[in-house]
């Protein structure tokens, strides 16, 4: 696998946060599902999406897309930092997250891979991008954690502290459970 192309979606998914934290609100959110839309037209592999379909002997590659998503994330995140002021609502939501504690993160990821798994499923097996266009918002307004976008909102609020040893890891662990419900409850398809 190219290099290139996680780092690619990364940078998508890390483009949606910027969108989303230069709007806001419900059209912010909309706006966010740019992103993830350009994900699944361009084909590039993004964690959330190949972690509902990773099979066993694929763990090291899914690792992989992983570390260069965070890299894509990360480069969008530095732009942000150095090219905007989201200083107000963006310390305010990094705060929220990383005070709420593990088994919030948790479960909250778990709701995010839940519904990014779904969304990317009907796009890209019913071709009804629709879903994405629903599902981004969707998530964002419950509030749940996507680790490649919260990559890109840690960067830009430069918030790197030792509540991300613990923060982190549980989102990826919570997005890679949610983003597996639906082959679990259907028989691990």
Request: glycine share 14%; charged share 10%.
């Amino acid at each position: 696998m190219p290099v290139r192309k996680p780092i690619l979606a990364g940078m998508l998914i890390g483009l949606g946060a910027y969108g989303y934290l230069s709007l806001g609100g419900l059209a912010g959110a909309v706006i966010f599902a740019f992103g993830l839309i350009g994900v699944i037209a361009l084909r590039v592999p993004l964690y959330t999406g190949f972690s509902g379909v990773v099979k066993k002997n694929q763990f090291g590659e899914l690792a992989a897309v992983l570390l260069f998503n965070i890299v894509g994330s990360s480069l969008v995140g530095l732009a942000a930092h150095y090219c905007s002021d989201f200083s107000t609502a963006l310390q305010a939501m990094v705060d929220s997250r990383l005070s709420g504690g593990a088994g919030m993160a948790f479960v909250k990821a778990i709701g995010c891979g839940m519904i990014i798994d779904l969304a990317v499923y009907i796009a890209k097996e019913k071709g009804q991008m629709l879903a994405v266009v629903f599902g981004v918002p969707l998530f964002i307004v419950c509030g749940f954690y996507h680790c490649v976008a919260d990559v890109m909102y840690l960067t830009a609020s430069w918030q790197w502290n030792n509540g991300i040893l613990w923060f982190y890891p549980t989102i990826v662990i919570g997005n890679f459970i949610g983003c597996n419900i639906r082959r679990i409850m259907l028989g691990w398809q």
